[in-house]
């Protein structure tokens, strides 16, 4: 028990010094180039207050979904042999069968369209 308090003591301590010598030596002039963006050493092309484009929001969504279905997909595999087979084919083919209505949604809602 002794150990502990005075272990956290120390690592209370320590955190503490950081901190400290943080402030004191960091840097405190400002810098043109410092407080800019940074866009691959070049200045800034336009303005950051651009129009968010919703059709790309859209078909990150999608994305995401397919990627989280993929990740639902794999445990779901290598469960096929310590479930009953006829309730795993019906489990998958549920599974599949509600993907395939979400893909059938976007599509014909027309956020698959590449045309913008």
Known sequence: MFN????MTMLSMICFMMLIMNFLLM???KNRNKSSPFECGFDPFSSIRLPFSLRFYLICILFLIFDVEISILMPFILTFKYLNKFYWMMLFIFFIFILLVGLYYEWSEGSLEWSF
Do not use: C, Q, W
């Open 4 to 7: 502990l308090i005075n272990t």
């Open 27 to 29: 840097k405190k002039k």
